[in-house]
């Protein structure tokens, strides 16, 4: 089968994955309406282009925080990578990196973020940050992240509380990780898969509490495991981080646009409009639907990143147009990871990256700078 789109990508990723895992990746909370809004509101959106424009020479690359990005495009953090494929966060970065693209490496990893770091040493890295309830822990992940070399830190603020995933549910998928005989079947009938865990130890997976090998150790994964976020976290909370952290603060999460205005009153880096894709609040809007608003009431103070639903270098154009600097993607990387590990996740970013490419051609415009919101419009109605 070809890898003409990214649906070609998902469906090698469901093939080759058990379905509990394709699900847990997949799925979003309840009723799944916030997954289906995010892709319906960017389909609704359409691009106009300007003619005879040259663009012989098409420059895709963006400036973040002293880096160039190859292409306004970065990976998002994804729990639990090492359930797609052994090593999987270490695979995700040096196909990130091969692309020219930032990789955002999450708190629920099963990998140590030394590892990680160290996998892909020229690449952009972030790291993102989960606040359990004992903080130590946190401290302990920002202290190790910076002296890994990790490059910002991304605060995720959309999980008080994790959303109520009801595949997960379905299919007993929870941790520590004990297969009942529906999964059982599920592991058989995946040999490929089954085998290569196997071979690895399955690291973290099979009983991720007894892990040692996570991000931040076996205490983080108690912690995740009992679900015990920071419900206390407030923005008072950020002079706390500021501490131990010097490097720029992201916060990741954001969907209010006040909230956006005061990310940017209280001196924090970037934000990333997030509704995790589709997997927390699932009455929560679409991100695109949402952007105009936010970087209206940052104007031009930090640079605004947005992610969610993003499929096609289209999506993202469109997204860029209304002037985020930089889409990210979860899911898109991770199916590429299932499909192909290293080689397939690069394929599936270098995938969006040249339809961005193509699209920017196709829309007259030379480089990021000649997108603007007149490039949109929302369907003719003709009532
Ligand atoms: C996530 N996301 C996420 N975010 C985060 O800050 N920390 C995390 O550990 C995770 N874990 C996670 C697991 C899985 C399986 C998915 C799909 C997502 C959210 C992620 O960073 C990002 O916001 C969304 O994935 C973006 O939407 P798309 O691109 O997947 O549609």
């Not at 089968?1 to 509990?20: C, T």
């Not at 302990?140 to 959309?158: K, Y």
């Not at 009431?297 to 147009?321: E, H, I, N």
Request: glycine share 10%; hydrophobic share 45%.
């Amino acid at each position: 089968m070809s890898w003409l789109r990214m649906d070609d990508v998902r469906e090698r990723a469901r093939r080759y994955l058990p379905r509990f895992v394709a699900d847990y990746v997949d799925g979003g909370a309840e009723d799944e309406r916030c997954l289906d809004h995010n892709a319906r509101d960017l389909a609704a959106l359409r691009l106009v282009p300007h003619c005879l424009r040259d663009t012989r020479a098409v420059d895709t690359s963006v400036e973040v925080f002293g880096r160039t990005w190859k292409r306004p495009l970065g990976v998002a953090p994804v729990g639990f990578n090492g359930l797609v494929r052994p090593n999987g966060d270490v695979l995700l970065a040096r196909a990130a990196a091969s692309q020219g693209l930032p990789f955002v490496l999450s708190t629920a990893s099963n990998a140590r973020l030394e590892a990680v770091r160290a996998a892909a040493p020229e690449a952009a890295q972030w790291m993102q940050l989960y606040v359990m309830s004992d903080r130590a822990i946190a401290e302990q992940i920002v202290r190790r992240a910076a002296a890994a070399g990790f490059e910002a830190l991304v605060l995720t603020v959309d999980v008080p509380v994790s959303g109520m995933r009801e595949r997960d549910v379905r299919n007993g998928f929870k941790l520590p990780f004990r297969p009942g005989p529906r999964t059982l079947w599920d592991l058989a009938s995946h040999p490929r898969w089954s085998l290569g865990m196997a071979r690895h130890g399955a690291p973290g997976f099979v009983n991720l509490s007894e892990s040692t090998g996570g991000a931040a150790s076996a205490q983080v994964q108690a912690a995740l495991l009992a679900r015990a976020m920071d419900r206390s976290l407030v923005w008072d909370s950020l002079a706390w981080l500021r501490r131990l952290w010097q490097g720029p603060l992201l916060i990741k999460g954001v969907l209010h646009r006040d909230d956006a205005a005061r990310a940017a009153r209280e001196g924090v880096d970037g934000l990333i409009v997030s509704n995790h894709g589709g997997r927390q609040l699932d009455a929560a809007p679409s991100t695109i639907s949402v952007l105009p608003g936010i970087v209206q009431a940052v104007d031009g103070r930090l640079p605004v990143f947005v992610d969610s639903g993003f499929r096609r270098g289209s999506d993202a154009v469109k997204a860029l147009s209304l002037g985020a600097r930089g889409v990210f993607v979860g899911r898109p990387a991770v199916w590429g990871l299932a499909a192909d590990g290293e080689a397939g996740a690069a394929r599936s970013l270098d995938l969006i990256g040249t339809e961005i490419e193509r699209t920017l051609t196709l829309m007259g415009a030379a480089s990021l700078r000649d997108l603007g919101p007149a490039n949109l419009s929302l369907p003719w109605n003709p009532s």
